[in-house]
C-alpha cells in the first residue's frame, strides 16, 4: 500500500502542479474542469447511483453546467462563489447533526444537487485565485496542506474531546487547534513573503482560521457521506490513495469561501 501510495503520488504530482501553476486562463480552466468532472463521477456514488448509465449523465450534467458557466462568463462573478458559502452552511448543519436529520438529505436528488453546489463554486473559486495571481491559489492549497498537519500530530499527541464521533471519530478539537497553529505560522511566513502590513496580515489570519476550519467540514461531510453509503473510498481511481474526491474533499469547502473573501482583504 505504502508503495503505491509513493508511486501515485510522483506521477500526480507533476501533473497537478504544471497543471495548476504552469496554465491560466481556459487552459487552466478546462484541467480543473476535468478535476471537478472526475470528482462528479464519485459524487454520483455517494448518492447512491451505483450504475454506470446514472453517474454518467450526472457527470455530463455537471459537464453541461460547467460549460454554460464558461459560456455566460460567470467565471468572475460572486454569485456562484455565494452559493458555495450558502451550501457549506448546510452542509455543516447535516455534518453537526449526524446521525440524526438524514431524512433531510437521504433523497439521491437532494445529494446530486448537493455535489452540484460543492464542486461548481469550487471550479469558479479556483479560476478566480488563479486570475488573482498563483501566490494565493499557492496559498489556500498550502493552508489546506499545513492545517491537516497540524491536525493529525496536534490529535495524535493531545486529541480527547471527539470532534464528530459519529462522522470521523479519528478527528478532535485538540486537532483543530493544532491546524490552526499551523495556519498561523503560515500566516505569518507569508505577510513576509508578500510584505502585508499588521492589517493586513491579522485580517489574512482571521480569514485564513476560518477557511481552514470550513475545510475540515468538507473533509467531513465526505466521511459522513461515505458512511452513509458503506464506502471506504470515493472511489479506486488513485491506486494507494482512494479516489479524487478523498484528495480535494478539503478543497472543495476552503476554495471558495476563500476566493469569496479575498477581495475584501485588499
Not at 474542469?33 to 447512491?48: P, Q, T
Not at 452542509?91 to 431524512?103: D, F, G, H, I, L
Not at 491579522?202 to 470550513?214: D, E, K, N, P, T
Request: charged share 15%.
Amino acid at each position: 500500500m505504502l508503495k503505491q501510495r509513493i508511486l501515485t503520488a510522483l506521477v500526480l504530482a507533476p501533473l497537478a502542479l504544471g497543471g495548476l501553476f504552469g496554465l491560466s486562463g481556459g487552459g487552466f480552466a478546462t484541467f480543473t474542469a476535468l478535476v471537478v468532472l472526475l470528482g462528479a463521477w464519485e459524487w454520483a456514488r455517494l448518492a447512491g447511483f451505483d450504475d454506470v448509465k446514472s453517474r454518467l449523465l450526472y457527470t455530463a450534467g455537471l459537464g453541461l453546467l460547467l460549460s454554460i458557466a464558461w459560456w455566460a462568463d460567470w467565471m468572475l462573478d460572486r454569485w456562484p462563489l455565494w452559493i458555495g458559502a450558502i451550501g457549506w452552511s448546510i452542509n455543516a448543519w447535516w455534518v453537526s447533526r449526524y446521525p440524526k436529520k438524514t431524512e433531510q438529505w437521504q433523497p439521491p436528488a437532494l445529494r446530486l444537487g448537493m455535489g452540484a453546489w460543492v464542486l461548481l463554486p469550487c471550479w469558479v473559486g479556483l479560476y478566480q485565485l488563479r486570475q488573482d495571481g498563483s501566490e494565493w491559489l499557492l496559498f489556500v492549497l498550502l493552508l489546506v496542506w499545513v492545517a491537516d498537519i497540524g491536525a493529525y500530530f496536534s490529535g495524535r499527541r493531545f486529541g480527547r474531546r471527539k470532534l464528530a464521533p459519529h462522522v470521523s471519530p479519528g478527528k478532535s478539537w485538540e486537532g483543530v487547534y493544532g491546524g490552526w497553529v499551523a495556519v498561523a505560522i503560515l500566516v505569518f511566513i507569508y505577510a513576509a513573503w508578500l510584505s502585508l502590513d499588521s492589517r493586513q496580515t491579522l485580517a489574512l489570519l482571521a480569514v485564513a482560521l476560518v477557511v481552514a476550519f470550513i475545510s475540515v467540514i468538507g473533509d467531513l461531510l465526505e466521511s459522513m457521506l461515505k458512511r452513509f453509503r458503506g464506502l471506504k473510498d470515493s472511489s479506486r481511481l488513485l491506486p494507494g490513495h482512494g479516489g479524487i474526491l478523498d484528495r480535494i474533499d478539503s478543497l472543495t469547502a476552503a476554495v471558495p469561501l476563500f476566493a469569496l473573501i479575498l477581495p475584501w482583504l485588499g
